[in-house]
């Protein structure tokens, strides 16, 4: 009997840690407990008072009809030991999953059952790493961190560098994902539009995250982010957090409550006649990630809504930071690896305070403008050059690494200063 206890208990704890767990419904609620003025600002989606009346930073204009709208990611990769500091391979094959899942694009959208794939809608939303941070430099838009916290609970203490985690960027031009290790089952959480600017952005637990390096089954398909983008993007669990509640859409069926696993379609839940049951595979269930394949057209025109003229995602439709040849600078010179450029000698390298350039042959220095320009691009000393032996002293700058171009030879020398 005892045996038979115990191997309840076992098998219970780990179908539940097999089942998906969002933490975007208590975090609602314990964000409205701590700050009741939220309940109206959630309502309202962070509308202006009017629509029409647009704020600095805004686009001054609406979406268009089938208008690809393109949206700045940064990832805050907060990580305490190496097995949490995922690679830029798994951060990148989850913006995959989201510009497949998010444009009709994905393998599966087969799977959606018949009767519900006239609903189906491609999003035309799209995701790029940011290419320009908010200060307008080149960024590979991944911010790794270390931390010294264990993990993270699901009130917003990762989005504060001042808690061990990191702030976000300007949320009127980024989406800000947030990719650590989270306390209990809670794979992740989204803030619903018309939160907190400093706190506006998505979580996502680091073993769910993208589709490639180590996965927690069955969660190895990105669909955790997918889903937790959802809610970013306005979008309620079908079942509306109630007993056959409603998430506000109108193509979406009724729902009692939440499915786990990848039930057997028809999955007829009983909240008035519906013959298909359950949209059981819609992104917005807590289904396997295997098992989810599908937006509706309701859900397409909720999430598309926000981005229009007066409401609270309309400034995505005038950012640049997709676009790299936007940053100050322009792209980084390719540099001869190390050693010098033909005839020139430069050294010491790496340096601690006054480089030397010289040569045999003054005639390719002097007069030649040697130019140092940091690893965003920008310029950050230039001098003359008078004679066949030269010294730059690199004092003003921060240890770090640079790059040395002399005169037109079109040849740059990577530095590292001590
Ligand atoms: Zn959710």
């Given at each position: 009997?005892?045996?038979?206890l115990?191997f309840?208990?076992i ?15 208590g ?5 409205v407990r ?21 704020t ?18 940064v ?6 030991g ?9 951060i990148?094959?989850?913006l995959?999953?989201?510009?497949r ?8 959208t087969?799977f959606?059952?018949?009767g ?5 809608a ?7 790493l940011?290419?320009v ?6 960024t ?13 609970f ?7 560098s001042a ?5 976000a ?12 290790n989270?306390f209990?089952?809670?794979?992740g959480?989204?803030?619903p539009?018309?939160?907190?600017a ?8 680091y ?30 669990h079908?079942?509306?957090d ?14 009692k409550?939440f499915?786990f ?5 028809p ?7 519906n ?8 992104f917005m ?5 295997a098992?989810?394949?599908i937006?509706?057209a309701?859900?397409k025109?909720k ?8 409401n609270?995602?309309?400034s ?5 930071a ?7 600078g322009?792209?980084l ?16 390298n790496p340096?601690?305070?006054v ?9 390719l ?6 130019v140092v ?6 310029k950050v000393?230039?001098?003359r050059?008078?004679?066949a ?9 921060p ?5 040395l171009?002399i ?5 740059t ?5 001590l």
């Amino acid at each position: 009997m005892r045996f038979l206890l115990i191997f309840c208990c076992i098998s219970i704890g780990f179908s539940a840690l097999g089942q998906r767990n969002c933490g975007t419904p208590g975090y609602v609620r314990e964000q409205v407990r701590l700050n009741p003025a939220l309940a109206a600002a959630y309502a309202s989606e962070g509308r202006t008072e009017q629509r029409g009346q647009t704020t600095a930073g805004e686009a001054q204009r609406d979406t268009l009809l089938n208008e690809v709208i393109t949206i700045p990611v940064v990832i805050h990769l907060l990580y305490k030991g190496n097995e949490q500091n995922i690679s830029d391979a798994q951060i990148r094959s989850q913006l995959a999953v989201l510009n497949r899942d998010y444009r009709l694009l994905n393998a599966d959208t087969g799977f959606t059952p018949a009767g519900f794939k006239p609903r189906r809608a491609d999003v035309r939303i799209q995701f790029c790493l940011a290419q320009v941070d908010p200060r307008g430099y080149r960024t590979t838009g991944i911010v790794r961190k270390q931390t010294n916290n264990d993990y993270f609970f699901a009130d917003d203490g990762m989005k504060f560098s001042a808690g061990g985690g990191d702030d976000a960027w300007d949320t009127k031009q980024y989406l800000n994902i947030w990719v650590c290790n989270m306390f209990g089952r809670v794979l992740g959480y989204g803030t619903p539009p018309g939160g907190p600017a400093a706190k506006d952005g998505v979580v996502i637990m680091y073993d769910v995250f993208g589709t490639t390096g180590s996965l927690r089954a069955p969660f190895t398909k990105g669909r955790t982010t997918t889903h937790e983008v959802g809610h970013w993007l306005g979008l309620k669990h079908l079942w509306g957090d109630d007993d056959c509640g409603d998430d506000g859409i109108d193509d979406t069926p009724r729902q009692k409550t939440f499915n786990f696993g990848c039930p057997a379609f028809p999955h007829l839940s009983g909240c008035g006649s519906n013959g298909n049951g359950d949209m059981f595979m819609n992104f917005m269930d807590y289904t396997d990630d295997a098992c989810m394949n599908i937006f509706t057209a309701g859900q397409k025109k909720k999430m598309r809504s926000l981005f229009a003229q007066g409401n609270v995602r309309n400034s995505f439709l005038v950012t640049m930071a997709c676009d790299s040849t936007a940053a100050q600078g322009g792209p980084l010179p390719d540099p001869v690896p190390a050693g010098d450029v033909a005839g020139i000698k430069v050294f010491p390298n790496p340096v601690n305070d006054v480089l030397t350039i010289s040569s045999v042959n003054a005639a390719l220095l002097v007069d030649q403008v040697a130019v140092v320009t940091n690893i965003q691009g920008v310029k950050v000393l230039q001098q003359r050059l008078l004679h066949a032996s030269n010294k730059i002293s690199l004092a003003p700058l921060p240890a770090g690494i640079y790059f040395l171009r002399i005169g037109n030879s079109g040849k740059t020398i990577r530095i590292v200063r001590l």
